[in-house]
């Protein structure tokens, strides 16, 4: 996630960070060189005189707008709800934990490291990376053999917790109506972790990624000789121009479509994994937090 | 279901998977004869030239958009909530593992095999395919003659899931409290069972596909005249192009419309039903657990 | 509810139900006449030429575009609401019905007929149809004076309902926690009443048809005039085809708005309330169901 | 509100209610002026020829579209939101009036009576309007002094309903659990309330409406320079044809906006008020009801 | 936040607030003069013609159109679902009130105030503004030392009311489910809180706004060239005009994607946390509250 600078408009012109630039540099470089190409031989391919003019392309430009505002919306409505399961995974996070501190009269400590550790098994198994350093530092040890070698670690701590409520009930230190409230407080982890699972393993159509693709690819390899006749040895300039627009948006849906990846633009789910932690821990009065993650050049991973 | 193979820009080119090519390409093959003889007469029909220029056809875009722009996203939006709703037979089957596991004493095994069984059931029904083999496989013989010749069989196995709680209570082993919390769950699974009747039994209005195919292939059909003046021996190219972008959002939109059926696109429904039952295997502990799923040619079912 | 046959491609140009062809061919022809007098007449009228080109259509394009993409959208959202409400009854119906058996040991019959009667009133009431045969098939004869001239029936059931929950609680035969689940589930039956009664009550903006409807009418009687100079003779054609497009949105987007109504593509309350009824009896063990409903002529009412 | 007549194609060209065309028609008659004016100078202004063609507008649509389309759907999803809030009303006060009867066994009529007035109470505050007719009618006369003076009237009711839900517990004469569940249906007339609130009293950001005006006006003004050269004496028509389309958008968009005031298209409160009132009065068996609200010249207000 | 002062017609088009006018200024000044040095060397550049047309901007169109579309309504949708928190911070707030009133027999007006103390701190929170003064205001003494140095002081009043929940619940003064249900609406401020930290700290990717911005730039910066031609001496009064439209689309998208900042159209934080407080105050019975807000210039802070 990049964490904006608010450049004022003359700068945000040339800030570096963010442009997708780079990334869609060599496909641009391509088209350029073509264009050139198209003015050097005036359009003739083969000796041939490709008549074309901009009216097929105006045309186009209706499945084509159509094609690039849907992926663009379903790539960002993919990341949006993302970002909500994550808040979700903080509100449920702290209802849990007060409801533990104000239905049982227990050493919260351990229930809230649980529900920390839950947050990071989640982060761990969206992203593939190892969860054991996080799960080790927050759960106690003899549950971790349980844990070993799970496809879902997440599943087995929020099983944890739900054990630690039944006993807890079961020795009449909480009451059954308010042991059902924290359930739900649980059950909405729950949903949010099955949640993210559904963005994660359940791509876009790929279809419409493929289909985009090959419509904005032939209309910018052919739009140099549509644009030849009208504007001449302006047609390089334009014809990048115009698909710098096109490939960005491809680019930056491609991104925010899988908003758990470490692409610039991805969501900053190790800065948001630390952040719950840290507020479940100030609930219970802790003063001695893990730091604030700090953006690493406007950068939040 | 495509699973992404993430090709570089080129390559994503000519992918096979997912191109729909395929599939429309004995339209695109009419189209394409239809212009090329459009410009051996030179827009002559029966020796009289048809006059037409690419006006009417931007007009016409209005409609095109609107009808193209609606087809795909109301279509998406069928299939986004179907995902939906499968997310919701995992997370409300989880929580009521969960809260069976943490409410009761009872032994879960039989109670969460009637989930996976609700599952499958489930996925049986919106494919119309054999459910025999998973019921037997998961429930209990003596449930099964209940199950014969229903017209929902997964509302059955609902209705008994809803006994074995009614049992436990009566029996005093569960807090009613706990046992409407439980019951609660049980109620996701109906609600997310009825949310995919929706879907496959009520198609989107047929009007808007029958008006949409036929302007789409009107337009197509008459472009050649249109474009042959200005673009020349370019025609037959440029027409297959916006074909090929007006039929794939059209062939595109046909398929996900209905996300419970076996194309290419539509949801890997069996894929979802293991893997719901794996996971509600492993919250109870178990380890010997049915493979994931694996794409068979990038492709899962 | 048109059940969508799926017609080939080739089939699909030349399918009779929901076309929408009849509906507005009065106004095609009129269009048509209109631009072969403009034709014949060389665009003059009273011997004064008038001097129009495409240019200003194109700029009333934005705000047509506007007009018939938002009346389209929101009478969709209007038509899918209405559909997710009457599965709401379905489910609420379902959860009620489980629910009565699982929490109660009363028979449930009764009970069960009156969720079907609900969903029977709802339906006449939606459709100003006669209620009686089905309340008299499905309600006990002692309720039904008090029926008798309500302006919603369909309350007075659900209060029915309640009573008998009420006696069953007052009686100790159902614990006060699952009669208040119980109650949640009438409670989602009253929601999905009221939620009908709002789409039906509630017409969209009534100046939105009337300015749609000008803008384009005045768009096509005035097109004529503004393609003849480019494309000549085939002035008429285009100008149906863009009158089709235009009308055709308009006329479907008319007849779903109003879901409840019974014209082709409305929504196939009574095909549904057959179905609710089947599914309740069914989750009794019930056996002998009333019949599928099954389209006439691709046609469920 | 306007009650849709219906009319046919034909008729619904010179139908008069709901047209807002006495509404934008001073603005109509500038922009026409202005075309004539321009018509008859030839375009030139202190005999200097203005150099425009229909070029720019077409670029400047863009903007254009953007911001009547969003200005259009973001007031039509606030006058619709407003109306699923009084239909949330309408389900919660029929909800609390059911749980009353079937969760105690008080009599009913003052407490129902009282939800009655909590509609009333919002209506008159979101109009403006004297509240006291109304309240006086359906209220005990030992609540009214605390009513007076109040900022929401409405909340008061609430408070009110609220401790006699209260006293009822404290007698022992309703379960705390169906007290908690009657308390929820009161929690949700207090958000539909809330809901209202928020519609009415923070508008769409004023920016909007400012720039799209200028936007509007600007682009109206200069357009029959830019159409003069192509289209001559048809000028003024099209720039009104043009004018009215997007004027009209705008007035619609004014009008519906802040949905709870008293013009044509604006929800009918009052109508509304009185059918929940019937509505909770019939549901006690109540024949004597108020009479159905009637359209007077199609409009319910 | 800029109350609406409903202007008619033609004062809207001189309005001061609310026009960015000022903001963009600077800009529009460079695209003004560079379009006048276009004029002035005939769109030569070093000598050498600049030979552009409009076709290739109304290609550039598409893109444009999808970019400043989504990031419109992508701002807008952040500022309204803000503003609906704050609407849900003012409906659990009432709710919570008023159970505490109905559901104990306890003084309400420290529990009152420690949920008016918590509207303010979020706002602080989110404004990073100095909470103490509100904070003394409002809570008891005893409390305040708890609160120093806390990342989210909310959250510890949050803890504090749910602790005074659990006396009151152990001191048997509240019925358990009563106390469940109270514990809700505290959830449903945390969750206000939680989304409103979301909105707050997670910006639209920022890549969205470099794109747009340097594409809205090059598209201006170019213009000139591309419509000398077609316009000639208008080119500067057309270009800027473009620009305008453009300009105010970005600023606007710009200011209210950050709704909790102070900007003109930003959501007014202090009058609406000072209109709960009175509402809760209001609830209890209090005559002597805080005045209303009043707009300082049309404009609520």
């Given at each position: 996630m990049i964490v904006r600078p608010r450049p004022n408009w003359l700068r945000m012109l040339f800030v570096r960070r963010g442009s997708l630039l780079l990334q869609i540099l060599p496909q641009l470089l391509v088209i350029f060189a073509i264009s050139i190409g198209v003015v050097i031989f005036h359009?003739?391919?083969?000796?041939?005189?490709?008549?074309?003019t901009a009216v097929p392309f105006s045309l186009v430009g209706v499945a084509l707008a159509i094609f690039l505002g849907f992926r663009n919306s379903a790539s960002y409505d993919r990341y949006w709800e993302a970002r909500k399961l994550w808040g979700k995974l903080l509100t449920d996070g702290r209802n849990a934990a007060r409801q533990w501190v104000s239905f049982t009269r227990e050493d919260p400590r351990a229930f809230v490291q649980g529900l920390a550790a839950f947050v990071h098994a989640t982060r761990h198994q969206l992203r593939n990376t190892d969860p054991w350093p996080d799960l080790q530092r927050l759960l106690p040890p003899e549950l971790l053999p349980r844990l070993a070698e799970r496809r879902t670690p997440a599943l087995q701590i929020l099983m944890w917790l739900a054990e630690r409520l039944r006993d807890t009930r079961e020795a009449g230190r909480i009451d059954p109506i308010l042991a059902a409230e924290?359930?739900?407080?649980?059950?909405?982890?729950?949903?949010?972790?099955?949640?993210?699972e559904r963005i994660a393993y359940t791509p876009l159509p790929f279809t419409y990624s493929v289909?985009?693709?090959?419509?904005?690819?032939?209309?910018?390899?052919?739009?140099?000789?549509?644009?030849?006749?009208?504007?001449?040895?302006?047609?390089?300039?334009?014809?990048?121009?115009?698909?710098y627009t096109?490939?960005?948006?491809?680019?930056?849906?491609?991104?925010?479509?899988?908003?758990?990846?470490t692409m610039p633009n991805d969501l900053a789910l190790n800065a948001m994994a630390i952040t719950i932690e840290?507020?479940?821990?100030?609930?219970?009065?802790?003063?001695?937090?893990?730091?604030?993650?700090?953006?690493?050049?406007?950068?939040?991973?």
């Open positions: 359009g003739e391919l083969l000796n041939r005189k490709i008549t074309l924290l359930d739900r407080s649980l059950g909405g982890l729950n949903d949010a972790l099955g949640g993210c289909i985009l693709h090959r419509t904005v690819y032939i209309y910018c390899l052919m739009l140099p000789f549509g644009l030849l006749d009208a504007i001449g040895v302006m047609t390089p300039l334009m014809v990048t121009f115009v698909a096109f490939f960005a948006i491809e680019a930056l849906s491609d991104e925010i479509e899988e908003p758990f990846g840290a507020a479940l821990l100030e609930m219970l009065g802790e003063r001695n937090l893990p730091p604030k993650p700090q953006p690493v050049n406007c950068f939040l991973d």
